[in-house]
C-alpha cells in the first residue's frame, strides 16, 4: 500500500487535537508517536491540548474541521463516555467522526499514597468499611474513566468512597502525588514513573489480566472483586467523511511508525501496548465501549451536565 507521504499528503504542517491537558497518559502517548509521524511525513505536527469539558471542547473542535486529515484527534475511553454522560453533546459521537487507528491500550492502575494504611485491594475494602465515607479518590473529572473505574468499584464491593474531581489528568496525578488525596484510578502510564520511585503504591490493576509493566500487582479480580475487569484505550479519529484511501494511507503510515523499536519501547515503557487495529476495528471497538458504558452510566445515574 503507498504511504500517505507517498500519495502527496501531507504537504503542510498538521495538528492533532488532544482533548485533555498536559502530563496525562493521552498527552504522554501523543508526545512519543508524533514526533516520529512528523520525521516519516517531514512535516510539524502539532499537539494541540485543547482541555476543558471532559474532553468535549477538543472533541467538538475537530467534528467541526474539514476533512482532509490536517486536523485530528486522539482519543480515550471518555470519546465513548460523553454520549451517555451528557445529554446534549454538540456532536453525534457515533456519526461526525471517522475511525483511523487504535493505536495503543493500557490498563488501569488503581493506586494509593504511601501515607493510606493499605497495601492490598482486600486491605482498602476493608479499611472502607471500617470508614464510610471518609476516604477520599481523586479523578481527572467527573464522568472520567477514573471516576467511572472506582464508581463500579464501589458499587461491586459495597464501599463508600467520596469522589474529588481534578481538572485534567496531570492535576489528578499531581494531587495524589502530594498527598492531597490518598487514592486514583488512572492509566499505568501515567503513573509508573511514580509506583517506581515509591511516590505511589499499586494496588491492583483493572484489566482482564496483568499490566506488563507492573507484572507482579495483581488485577482487582485476583484481588478479591470477581468479574472486575477494565482497560483502557487510544485512538486516532478525523472528522466525518474523510476519504476511506486517506484514511488507509494514515493508518499505514502509523502502523509502520509504530513497528519501530524506538517507538515500541518508549511506549512500552509509559505503560502501553501497542495495538495497531484497522480503521473498520478500531470503529468496531468503539462502538462495543459504548454500548458497554451506556449501561454502567444509567445504571449509576452518572451525568456531568
Given amino acids: 500500500m503507498m504511504s500517505a507521504h507517498a500519495a502527496g499528503f501531507p504537504v503542510h504542517s498538521l495538528r492533532i487535537v488532544v482533548p485533555s491537558t498536559p502530563g496525562g497518559a493521552l498527552d504522554l502517548l501523543a508526545r512519543v508517536v508524533a514526533p516520529a509521524l512528523a520525521e516519516k511525513w517531514q512535516q510539524q505536527i502539532v499537539i494541540d491540548n485543547r482541555a476543558g469539558a471532559g474532553g468535549i471542547i477538543g472533541t467538538e473542535i475537530v467534528a467541526r474541521a474539514t476533512a482532509d486529515g490536517y486536523t485530528l484527534l486522539l482519543v480515550a475511553p471518555g470519546f465513548a463516555t460523553n454520549p451517555f454522560l451528557n445529554r446534549n453533546l454538540p456532536y453525534d459521537t457515533a456519526r461526525e467522526f471517522t475511525p483511523i487507528i487504535m ?7 488503581l493506586v494509593a499514597h504511601p501515607s493510606l494504611p493499605v497495601r492490598s485491594v482486600k486491605e482498602l475494602i476493608a479499611l472502607a468499611k471500617e470508614q464510610p465515607g471518609l476516604l477520599n479518590y481523586a479523578s481527572s473529572g467527573s464522568g472520567s474513566t477514573g471516576h467511572l473505574c472506582m464508581e463500579l468499584l464501589k458499587r461491586m464491593a459495597s464501599i463508600n468512597l467520596v469522589h474529588v474531581p481534578y481538572k485534567g489528568a496531570g492535576a489528578a496525578t499531581a494531587a495524589i502525588v502530594a498527598g492531597q488525596t490518598p487514592l486514583l484510578f488512572t492509566a499505568v502510564g501515567a503513573v509508573i514513573q511514580h509506583v517506581r520511585a515509591n511516590r505511589l503504591r499499586a494496588l491492583a490493576v483493572a484489566g482482564a489480566k496483568r499490566a506488563a509493566p507492573m507484572p507482579e500487582v495483581p488485577t482487582i479480580a485476583e484481588a478479591g472483586v470477581a468479574g472486575y475487569a ?7 479519529m478525523g472528522p466525518n467523511n474523510m476519504p476511506t484511501a486517506l484514511v488507509a494511507m494514515i493508518n499505514f503510515d502509523i502502523l509502520a511508525v509504530l513497528k519501530k523499536p524506538e517507538v515500541s519501547s518508549r511506549i512500552a515503557d509509559l505503560g502501553f501496548e501497542v495495538a495497531g487495529l484497522s480503521p473498520h476495528d478500531t470503529g468496531k471497538y468503539i462502538d462495543k465501549e459504548m454500548k458497554t ?3 454502567v452510566i444509567n445504571e449509576a445515574k452518572i451525568h456531568s451536565d
Fill in 230 to 236: 477494565v482497560d483502557n484505550w487510544y485512538a486516532l
Fill in 103 to 109: 493505536i495503543a491500550m493500557s490498563a488501569n492502575a
Fill in 293 to 295: 458504558w451506556s449501561v
